[in-house]
């Protein structure tokens, strides 16, 4: 039986279980059996491997309001580690983390304006087996986010959204060198499942647009989360304006990072927004406009019940996000203007800790395949078979 493709009822609920503590902090046996709605010599079973394997710590006895003192288990947070690699147009960003999530070590390099294939993978190789060195516990495996499209198996970028990458195994190149398993993910995913992970969101429908130096989108529906093809930064919304996809009046051409730097003598779009300059002020107002005109469409399209937008630019002051929203609703339909418009709540964090969410969903609780199966609240545990 792998682990990665659980197949029985058993492995399923020992999922469960591992999820449950990484969620609740402290809990007894007791608790896990009532909340999971597992019989006592199921849980019992399944607690039983997870101190053997490690995972989990016994934390002395809590009172009841029954007078019993049960014993306490916590998840082990350092038990497993994961590397996440944000692979950005600007940065590299490299992280060690726990089961918590918790950053234990941090590397960022900045990245080549075209960096090339072999010599941008060579030192993604050497970096990830740097910070391998400074692992204190076994690491379960690594995942890479990054713009493109990838591989069916995420092994390969087969074309690069920014660079002239095709057919390269990235993954497949870090996982021979690091003896680990890898996985590469599009960036705007791993954004989505950091949100989730550490940024406590519940929607069950929701629209994601990462503003930054470019302009991408995802949008998430029940478990299913659609980024790799969204085009949302090449929505047309001027007559004039050449893209760097070779297109005419993008959306990005007005809103992104990348335009509104070329149209000011390179200076960042933060310190536009922190100087004095009127045309400065204006393009800002431009570009909140234009992004307001875009989710319009987008929600249109799309149904979603909720818009959040995370990246460099949605951080900056929040009166340039409330010129999103004040736009979005003056001009959208009247069934559509109430959506809520809100910042990431991980606001500068969202793209760093991306691909440790979905390093540890893949790696350490599979929480995206439970969630898939079954809901953990409502619905009652698969029959064990041996």
């Known amino acids: 039986m ?9 492995t399923i609920n020992r999922l469960r279980v591992l999820n449950l503590l990484a969620q609740q902090g402290e809990i007894s046996r007791a608790d896990i059996a009532r909340l999971l709605d597992l019989n006592k010599p199921s849980t019992s079973e399944i607690v039983e ?29 350092d038990a497993r580690l994961v590397l996440g690699v944000d692979v950005g147009s600007r940065t590299t960003t490299f992280m060690l983390a726990d089961m918590q999530g918790k950053i234990l070590r941090f590397e ?25 060195k400074f692992a204190t516990t076994k690491i379960a495996g690594i995942a890479i986010s990054t713009s493109g499209s990838l591989s069916s198996d995420g092994q390969s970028i087969l074309s690069h959204e920014y660079w002239s990458w095709e057919d390269i195994p990235l993954a497949k190149a870090v996982a021979v060198h690091t003896k680990l398993p ?14 989730r992970w550490f ?28 980024a790799e093809r969204s085009r949302f930064g090449h929505l047309p919304i001027a007559p004039t304006g050449l ?22 003598q390179g ?23 234009a992004m307001g005109m875009s989710l319009i469409a987008a929600s249109v399209v799309t149904g979603a019940q909720k818009i959040i937008l995370g990246g460099g630019i949605a951080n900056l002051d929040d009166r340039y996000l409330e010129m999103v929203a004040t736009f979005y609703r003056e001009h959208a339909h009247h069934e559509l203007a109430s959506i809520p418009i809100c910042r990431s709540a991980l ?33 009652k545990p698969l029959l064990e078979t041996e």
């Open 2 to 10: 792998k682990f990665s493709q659980p197949s029985t009822a058993r």
């Open 49 to 77: 491997q997870l101190l053997a394997e490690g995972l989990v710590e016994e934390q002395g006895k809590v009172t009841t309001s029954n007078g019993r003192r049960p014993t306490a288990l916590s998840l082990k947070s």
């Open 108 to 132: 960022r390099l900045p990245t080549p304006l075209q960096p090339q294939p072999k010599e941008w993978g060579e030192t993604i190789i050497r970096t990830c087996m740097k910070l391998t």
């Open 182 to 195: 890898t996985l590469l993910v599009h960036h705007v995913q791993a954004m989505v499942e950091a949100e």
């Open 199 to 226: 940024g406590g969101e519940q929607s069950k429908n929701f629209l994601y647009i990462n503003w930054g130096e470019h302009i991408a989108s995802a949008f998430y529906t029940g478990h299913s989360i659609i």
């Open 243 to 264: 893209c760097r996809c070779g297109g005419i009046g993008c959306l990005e051409t007005v809103s992104a990072g990348w335009a509104l730097s070329e149209k000011h």
């Open 267 to 289: 200076l960042s779009v933060k310190q536009l927004a922190q100087g004095n300059s009127k045309e400065a002020q204006q393009s800002l107002q431009g570009a909140c406009q």
């Open 347 to 379: 606001k500068d964090q969202s793209s760093v800790l991306g691909s440790i969410a979905v390093a540890l969903d893949r790696w350490v609780f599979q929480r995206r395949m439970l969630e898939t199966m079954q809901d953990l609240d409502s619905k």
